[in-house]
């Protein structure tokens, strides 16, 4: 199966600019799609796949730094690249504050911005797997008895089984049923990875 494209959505009202770098990205590889100001952005619909924003500073009706708060605002959790001509100290430390993943001043160079682009790329990757193994893992979460949800936060907080029977009241041969019935539903190989999936889900024992 060949893997979708990424994307890149370039916002710059000039369009000479939009032009150049529609052309760069789609060299490189990308799927570049372009936007003469923030509302038409705004009005479309980003496709479900990896990708990263390209945003001017200085635009007219909203500027980069307004559509990146409304694109927070919408949800959307793309990395964000900010290029500009005008760009002042507040502005980038406004930017970075906001998540922004990189500021360049033009005139830039070309492999300074697909550098730039390659890693708001592989930050969107990186979250879209986290976002995917945590959905995941709650739906697991779902599967498991009460008991089971007890045993798991004190296996998981490093417990002795003997330790989590003394703690819940029942024999250890019950509790050892019970681990293994909660490494099969939640997908742990390991106590490594039954740890690990009780940080993600903010798990925490109430043994004393």
Do not use: W
Not at 2 to 29: C, H, I, N, Q, Y
Not at 131 to 142: F, G, I, P, S, Y
């Amino acid at each position: 199966m060949t893997e979708t494209k990424a994307a890149v959505f370039v916002v710059d009202d000039d369009p000479f600019v939009r032009k150049a770098l529609e052309r760069l990205l789609r060299s490189a590889g990308y799927n570049a799609m372009t936007f003469a100001s923030a509302s038409e952005f705004l009005n479309f619909s980003c496709p479900d796949t990896p990708g990263c924003l390209v945003l001017d500073i200085k635009m007219p009706e909203l500027s980069g730094l307004e559509l990146q708060d409304r694109v927070s605002e919408k949800g959307l959790s793309l990395p964000i690249i900010f290029i500009t001509g005008h760009g002042t100290v507040p502005a980038s430390v406004r930017a970075f504050k906001a998540g922004a993943m990189d500021f360049l001043q033009k005139p830039f160079k070309e492999r300074e911005l697909l550098d730039a682009v390659d890693r708001g790329i592989e930050k969107d990757r990186r979250l879209r797997r986290e976002r995917k193994e945590m959905k995941t893992l709650c739906a697991r979460l779902k599967t498991l008895t009460p008991r089971e949800c007890e045993v798991f936060s004190h296996v998981a907080s490093g417990l002795l089984n003997k330790q989590v029977a003394f703690d819940l009241g029942i024999s250890e041969k019950t509790i050892k049923v019970h681990r293994a019935r909660v490494m099969q539903k939640m997908g742990a190989r390991s106590l490594a990875d039954l740890v690990r999936f009780a940080e993600k889900l903010a798990i925490r024992s109430s043994a004393s």
